[in-house]
């Protein structure tokens, strides 16, 4: 239960609720531990509540007809996700699956619900979530269409060295454990694509690679990528 409230009380919902209330919130709370790649929820299927990320890292995505992978989101512990149909009462937005072995906690609809209804805090919080999330996938929308890979895969890599990673949630430092194939999907491209990006930001003494980890070396070198235009069609 102690562990529980740690992760809890880091839920930016839940800032305000009184401890009385948070610690009946949490005898509410529905374990399940998922492994690497293991699906979560799948897209399109009925909301059953809110999900909170309780241990490990988890991924919200979404999968072309040709199969290829677009991240929307990496959460981290503390983090919520299918926030969206717990409100609009739709069906999951986008599929969840775990990262890493992962432990996630599900909690009912209506308690969310009853929640918004009694604090008002936690209606502002849910108001200021969703709209930095809707930033991020706007930002995340400009970066597909104005931007080539280069530059996508080096503001990526910008904005986690400067504690700003708009598709990451919840953890400083993240950025250094996502994979290629992380990078891949994040900025809608793929893996040899990706490393042919990394090369050259390597060669220009932008980054660092090293074992299969990057390290930012010049934020003004990438800075500059980042801003570089699409090439011509």
């Given amino acids: 239960m102690a562990a529980m409230l740690e992760v809890l009380r880091r839920v930016p919902y839940f800032a305000e609720v009184e401890a009385g209330a948070l610690k009946d919130l949490a005898g509410q709370v529905r374990q399940r531990a998922y492994r690497a790649g293991e699906i979560v929820l799948v897209e399109g ?10 241990s490990g890292r988890v991924r919200a995505f979404k999968v072309s007809g040709e199969g290829r992978e677009q991240i929307l989101r990496i959460l981290c512990p503390g983090r919520t996700f299918n926030d969206v149909p717990v409100f609009d009462g739709g069906p999951n937005p986008a599929s969840i699956a775990g990262l890493e072995p992962s432990t996630v906690g599900l909690v009912p609809r209506a308690t969310i619900l009853a929640l918004v209804d009694k604090y008002p805090g936690v209606a502002k919080a849910v108001i200021r979530l969703l709209a930095s999330r809707l930033r991020a996938l706007t930002l995340m929308v400009e970066d597909l269409s104005l931007r080539g890979v280069v530059a996508r895969v080096a503001k990526l890599l910008l904005d986690c060295s400067r504690g700003q990673a708009t598709l990451i949630e919840g953890a400083s430092g993240a950025c250094v454990r996502i994979t290629q194939q992380d990078i891949a999907a994040m900025t809608g491209s793929v893996r040899v694509v990706v490393q042919r990006a990394l090369k050259a930001l390597e060669a220009d003494g932008a980054i660092r690679l090293q074992r299969a980890r990057v ?16 090439p011509a069609p």
């Fill in 45 to 54: 299927e009925n909301c059953e509540g809110l999900y909170v990320v309780l």
């Fill in 215 to 230: 390290h930012v070396v010049d934020p003004n070198a990438l800075g500059r990528w980042s801003e570089s235009p699409p």
